[in-house]
C-alpha cells in the first residue's frame, strides 16, 4: 500500500448510530483504503475517524464527537486518507485464464472490478475459486487479439 497520503474533498449528513453519531458521505468512496483511520477536517476542527465503507455507502465514525455537526445536519469537509490510494490486484489465474480465453479485464470499470475480486476471494474451496473464475472471464467482453 503506498505510503502517500491523500486528502479528498467530500461531504455528507449526520445521522445516529448506536454509538454516536455517525458522518454518512453523500458518495461512497471508491479505490480507497477503508476500515482504517483518517481524520476530517470540517470548519476549523480536525476530527479523527475510522472509515467504514460497506457495498454502496461510506460512514465515518468519529473518535471525538464534540466537533460533530448536529443530527441531520449536512456538512462538507477534507477526508486526509494517510494511507493513501488502494491498488486493485487482479490474481494471477484470473489474468491467466482471461488471456487463454482472449477475454478483456480492462473493460471493467472500478465497482465491477472491486465485485469480481469480492466475488472471487470468498471462494471456499479450489473448486468454487476455479468455477468462478469461468464464470467471470466468460462474461467479460473478448478482445481483439488472441494469443
Known sequence: MPSTSLNLPVTGTVSHGPDGPLLVLSERLDGHDTFLKGSLDVGSSSVPVRILTLDDVTVLRPADHSAVPDLG????????????LRPQA????????????????????????????????????????QARVEAIVSALPTTTERP
Open 73 to 84: 445536519a449536512g456538512w462538507q469537509g477534507t477526508l486526509r486518507l494517510p494511507h493513501g
Open 90 to 129: 487482479i490474481p494471477p489465474d484470473l489474468q491467466e485464464v482471461a488471456a487463454e480465453e482472449g477475454r478483456s479485464l480492462e473493460a471493467l470499470d472500478e465497482a465491477e472490478l472491486r465485485y469480481v475480486l469480492t466475488f472471487l476471494s470468498e471462494s471456499t474451496t479450489t473448486a468454487i475459486r
